[in-house]
């Protein structure tokens, strides 16, 4: 054992004033350490940090690591006692293992291919066209939130899987309760059960009566009611709520950075490495968690089977042995590679998709508004807190024109 081994004892959430892209400074300075550190969970349990990109995406390919529900028996920041954590409910499979991962992963893999996502370019360009001129007709100011980076995924990801569109406007609002990190116990109850009641009669709707989108699909194979339904939860609430946070986070981080915003006006070629580099830099979806099946060595140190590991994917992807200037936002970069998307068996189905969203959706927003601006200090824009599955902004003052 390293005798300079570092251990860990309260999850640093605290980004500096300021600097609103950047991870907590003490979970960088925790990196800068070394890649894994010993993490002491608020219940006594003696666990594992990881901060660095090679370490991080090892335990991700590494199927000695589980992500099974009933194993995450250890929280990061709460005490929750000797409780009994139920397997994951049918469907929802990002929380299981192989056999059960692959039963409701497989499926969906060819409806979500590159190919095929690329083909919704047209109808992204279309939506996106339709927001940016409701936001041209209504003035000069907007919350960029919910005029632009809330609705453009929404309408995609509920056609895809045939939401009827008066069901999303309620429909996203239960997603939001589960996403927000700022809803009581009660309401995140109510939000869920709404939603589960929606989805089964949803489910029952497509069986009947089949139309264009991938959840009629899927009822045309032997997956049950209720694991079609487990398994739209995940793809709608994974499809809202991460490219919102991503086109929101991401033309702000933009308008902070008015060199590189004015690199992609220029240069509109730009936008696939932009889009990776906003991926990495910004890392909205911050971490994961995994569980040792077995004893395992990583970075030379010994894994006991049972133990909690956490996974930072914001350090990771600011990792200087990774990335030359980590921390600088550089549309032209070329070491890509970043883990936005986690990595392995559960790396992000939805990645094609968002990334279509983001191309078509920046590309249009910056070529219609050119002197598009923050229309409150930086220091005023309203983030998500910590505590929030997804980091992004609440919503974000922007107006244009003289």
Known sequence: MS???????????????GC??????ELLDIRERGPIARYSFPDGHQGWLVTGFDLVRSVLADQRFSSRKELMLHHPTIDFGDIEVPAAPPGEFL???DPRHSRYRKPLVGKFTVRRMRQLTERVEQVTAEHLDAMEQAGTTADLVTAFAKPIPAVMICELLGVPYADRGSFQENIDKFMSGETSDE??????????????ELVAAKRAEPTDDILSE???????????KGMSLILLAAGLDTTTNMLALGTFALLRNPAQLAALRAGPELIDSA????LRYLSVAKGSVRVALEDVELGGQSIKAGTTVLLSYNTANRDPERFSDPHLLDLRRQDGGHLAFSHGVHQCLGQQLARVEMRVALTALVKRFPSLRLAVPADEVALRPESADIYGVKSLPVTWGA
């Open 3 to 17: 005798e300079s081994l570092h251990t860990v004892t309260t999850m640093p959430t605290a980004r500096r004033p």
């Open 20 to 25: 609103p892209f950047d991870p907590p400074k």
């Open 95 to 97: 929380l299981m293992d």
């Open 187 to 200: 309401e995140l109850i109510a939000a869920y059960t709404a939603v589960q009641t929606y989805l089964a």
């Open 218 to 228: 899927l009822t045309d194979s032997d997956l049950t009611d209720e694991e079609l």
């Open 275 to 278: 889009v990776e580099e906003l």
